[in-house]
């Protein structure tokens, strides 16, 4: 069903995972999409997948790190596909270990890509959001930030990814409440273990007590994620999914 016909989304992290998964789920759903990640070779090829569906897609190959370049991405959006109804906050980084003796540096990264740029990216497509839902034939906007179970449960060796998915989820409330009434549906969409690159940045130490944990549980595909975010941006206006918790069926925390 072309449920999201006439709109335009923009998905941050596209190249790969859940992002590219997301994408691919709302194209095929109606919507036009801005694509926007760091390696332009991939977005070009997801843009032209995307095209073949009849979709425009636009590939914006941008660091949203990098408050000039987050911005200018959603302002391209706009600019070249004419409007801004979904922005999916998607791109983050998790790098697990102890507090003690961690290379901070890490924890810099989370903090920027996890939580700065995606306040920076709400802040800067908030605007055509709110006109999207003033003036679209929807008279609904969405922004969905993506977070984790990580989000709800702190644990040993997480503290610091923790820490910034709890920011996401107290940021996406309180925003929540500020734009409601004005019909832009602020969503967080969190997933458990997922088999996607997220993992692979990690230390071997992080990567092998990462992978005891999950050991013997069938893990999330993107596409599950992206079925999730997908189901919540095509709900009828009145209908506002605010929190969406998504586990693989056998992870118990």
């Known amino acids: ?19 590219e998964a997301t994408a691919r789920s709302l194209a095929r759903a109606g919507a036009d999409v801005a694509l926007v990640a760091r ?12 095209s073949s569906l009849g979709r425009r ?4 190959t941008a660091d949203v790190t990098d408050e000039g ?45 996890n939580v700065l740029s995606l ?18 034939e929807r008279r609904v906007a969405d922004l969905v930030n993506v977070s984790s179970v990580a989000g709800r449960v702190a644990r040993v060796g ?6 910034t998915k709890h920011a996401v989820g107290a940021f996406s409330e309180s925003l929540r409440q500020e734009v409601t009434r ?9 997933p458990g273990a997922v088999v996607t690159e997220l993992p692979s940045h990690n230390r071997p130490e992080s990567l092998e007590m990462l992978n005891r944990r999950f050991e013997g549980v069938e893990r999330l595909e993107a ?7 997908t189901y919540v941006v095509t709900r009828p206006r009145r209908v506002a999914i605010n929190e969406l918790l998504v586990r693989p069926t056998q992870q118990e925390g």
């Open 182 to 190: 004005r019909h832009v549906r602020v969503s967080l969409i969190e």
């Open 223 to 229: 596409d599950d994620v992206a079925d999730a975010i």
């Open 69 to 113: 370049q987050a911005r200018a991405s959603v302002d391209r959006a706009v600019r070249e596909l004419g409007r801004l109804d979904v922005l999916v906050n998607n791109a983050g980084v998790m790098l697990l270990g102890p507090v003690q003796d961690a290379p901070t540096e890490e924890w810099r990264r989370m903090l920027d890509l």
């Open 158 to 163: 997480s503290g610091v990814y923790n820490a």
């Open 57 to 60: 897609a636009l590939p914006i």
């Open 1 to 19: 069903m072309n449920t999201m016909l006439g709109t335009v989304a923009l998905v941050t992290g596209a190249s790969s995972g859940i992002g």
């Open 119 to 136: 306040m920076i990216c709400a802040h800067a497509a908030l605007p055509h959001l709110l006109r999207a839902a003033e003036l679209s």
């Open 39 to 50: 390696r332009a070779e991939r977005l070009d090829a997801l843009a032209h997948e995307l």
